[in-house]
């Protein structure tokens, strides 16, 4: 039985390599440049001839977006799944919130969502119980 080998990787073609070279020319230079570059090259190797270029146009064509995100990876990126986790449902929805009194630094009185944090509008329809009356 004849014993099965490993497929022998070859080496990107000139044009897929200079693209990927390209790609990573927008990104933040020193170390983060050199890795991409490596990482991305390397995923070409594992590629047939036909698809590199293909595989090499698409990463140039998302290469401004690829910098925004290794440009500054300490920016905290919230997306609508993070603001759902962050905030109660009802409260999110604005249909019932927990308030609690506070008091300012100042000794003004309002009220806060102890949930959310969110402030209570001093709005007619809640009408504001520590202006006199009830």
């Known amino acids: 039985m004849p014993e099965k080998t490993a497929p022998r990787l070859e080496r990107p073609a000139f ?11 927008v ?5 983060l440049r050199t890795r991409y570059r490596q990482e991305l090259t390397a995923e070409l190797y ?3 001839r036909v698809r590199q270029t293909g595989y090499a146009l698409q990463l140039l064509a998302s290469s401004w977006s690829l910098r925004r995100a ?21 409260c999110l929805l604005n249909v019932h919130h927990y308030w609690l009194k506070q008091s300012a630094e ?9 949930l959310c ?6 709005h007619p329809m809640y009408g504001n119980p520590f202006l006199g009356g009830s």
């Open 70 to 90: 290794t440009a500054d990876p300490t920016r905290e990126r919230r997306s609508m799944l993070t603001i759902l986790r962050s905030k109660p449902l009802l």
């Open 15 to 25: 044009v897929p390599r200079a693209l990927v070279a390209l790609t990573c020319q």
């Open 46 to 48: 594992g590629m047939p």
């Open 106 to 114: 100042d000794g003004t009185v309002y009220e806060r969502c102890a």
């Open 27 to 31: 990104l933040p230079g020193g170390r």
């Open 117 to 122: 944090g969110k402030d209570r509008p001093e």
